[in-house]
């Protein structure tokens, strides 16, 4: 079920309605029983999979909670082992079985590689992060035990964040489902605003770039460097809208019923470095990966060797949480590099700065931050959205010379799935995400438009009037799902 689909937008009021109108303690039932109807309107049989990490992440907390130090280690082990092994099989069996194939083919041994041909679940390694997250907690002492079976299983399955997050920490998440929440017109009001904000993103930007964005990618050969940059510009565009969109109408949803989910991004393409760009991007993951994997490695509290390191295992496996591939794990590593050469770089660029009488708050500085990290960012995106790691190479090598390829082939971007008028209104659409994201970073804007309610109300029918006049859908309509469901 497609939070942009008529059957999301029919299931939403209907869950809200019967959640106020049921008595407290049969409010939560409610939500899991929701939660699960959610999840397999896509492929039923799986849940049966989110319900197994449900129960192994359950029951060993509750042991984690009860036993001895050294038996507390042995079932974290079970439980991380139990959990990861299911998650290898779906997503990675594939991945591996091929990879030590080609490198016994280079040994001079030939050998089948085996595959499994298996769907991968949708949102896996959305809930297992978050049900191993609980149990980490639990061991460490952070979090207490749930005991309640029917409260944590929707603390891992909540339909609303449940298949591309944001990954929720059970200090966050747990104890609101022990609130009762009484309705409260704040509360759909603040909900209502993220879920067309969110909708608009995913309709009027996402979806018609992903038509170009698409068409170049999978001929890459075709396309001249020019061409081939403005496309990977659309995808930086494109998978931000996709994932920021989900985000904002799992925050609306929950809202709307009374639940505060944490924030997943923060306006990341005005970042001033790749730092500054993972500390707000996907927030939850990276949040995720620093709790839970950098900083038991080690973190910055060791050699300066040892932290590249650190920070390269954590991009690498980023990368491959992200899929199965060579190009996201190059993806993970370029990241990684990126970071550690900007922090070997740090002293030098500081040095340079004082000695040309520049200050940090140089608004000329500040531009050419922004461009230069988002420049960055594109570059990377090249692996993260190529089908292969030969087209990959390709891309960037006429992406980084632009002036041989410029001739080559030229098209005019009217040619590659989309008609004037719709690159002008996804222009325009650009545009004005780009304000709401600059002005997002110094104000609240739905507070500011609590203090307007004709403002509030102006801005919801301009919403719902962008979508139905420009949004992607209806008949002919090829539905593009949430970029991240593949993950």
């Known amino acids: 079920m497609n939070f942009n689909s008529l059957q999301y937008l029919l299931f939403l009021p209907a869950a809200i309605l019967l959640y106020y109108l049921l008595p407290h303690r049969w409010r939560n039932p409610l939500l899991l029983v929701l939660s699960f109807y959610f999840y397999m309107c896509w492929v039923p049989r799986y849940a049966l999979l989110m319900m197994f990490s449900i129960l192994v992440t359950y029951f060993c907390a509750r042991l984690l909670s009860a036993q001895a130090l050294r038996q507390r280690k042995l079932w974290l082990a079970i ?54 997250g609980y ?55 603040a909900g209502l605003l993220p879920v067309l904000w969110g909708l608009f993103k995913k309709m009027v930007i996402a979806d018609p770039i992903a038509v170009l964005v698409n068409t170049v990618y999978a001929a890459p050969q075709d396309y001249s460097g ?38 997943n991004f923060d306006c ?31 973190g910055s509290r060791c050699s300066r060797l040892r932290t590249d390191l650190n920070l390269l295992i954590v991009f690498a496996i980023s990368g491959l949480w992200h899929g199965a591939s060579l190009t996201f794990l190059a993806w993970g590593i370029l990241n990684g590099a990126y970071q550690i050469a900007g922090s070997h770089t740090l002293p030098l660029r500081k040095a340079l700065r004082a000695r040309l009488h520049i200050a940090e708050s140089n608004p000329a500085l500040q531009i050419f931050r922004y461009l230069f990290t988002f420049a960055l960012v594109c570059f990377a995106w090249i692996l993260f959205r190529a089908e292969n790691i030969s087209d990959a190479l390709l891309i960037m090598h006429r992406v980084l010379d632009l002036p041989a390829y410029g001739t080559l082939l030229p098209r005019g971007l009217g040619s590659l799935g989309l008609t004037r008028p719709e690159l002008l209104v ?30 509030r109300y102006l801005v919801y029918f301009l919403l719902i009037t962008a979508i139905l006049l420009f949004g992607s859908y209806g008949p002919g309509y090829d539905p593009q799902e949430f970029v991240y469901f593949q993950f």
């Open 268 to 298: 990341p393409y005005f970042a001033v470095s790749i730092r500054d760009f993972w500390r707000r991007w996907h927030i939850s993951l990276s949040t995720w990966f620093k709790d839970y994997l950098y900083i038991p490695l080690g």
């Open 135 to 189: 149990t980490i907690d639990v061991y460490r002492g952070e979090t207490p035990a749930e005991r309640n079976f029917i409260t944590y299983a929707l603390f891992v399955s909540f339909f609303p964040q449940l298949v591309a997050g944001p990954i929720e920490r059970s200090a966050h998440l747990l104890p609101q489902f022990h609130e009762k929440h009484s309705f409260c017109y704040a509360n759909i009001k």
């Open 226 to 263: 020019w061409l081939l940059t403005v496309a990977t510009a659309c995808f930086a565009i494109q998978i931000y809208c996709d994932f920021s969109a989900y985000s904002d109408i799992a925050r609306g949803s929950a809202r709307m019923l009374g639940f505060r989910l944490m924030r």
């Open 426 to 455: 996804i222009f325009a659409a650009i545009l004005l995400l780009a304000v709401v994201d600059l002005r997002g970073k110094n104000c609240d804007i739905a507070a500011a438009l609590d203090k307007h309610i004709a403002c």
């Open 79 to 132: 439980c991380l082992l139990l959990n990861l092994s299911v998650l290898f099989f779906f997503k990675y069996f594939n991945f591996a079985a091929e990879l030590v194939g080609h490198l016994l083919t280079s040994a001079g041994l030939t050998v089948a590689a085996p595959r499994l041909d298996v769907l991968l679940p949708v949102g896996i390694s959305f809930y297992t992060f978050q049900a191993l």
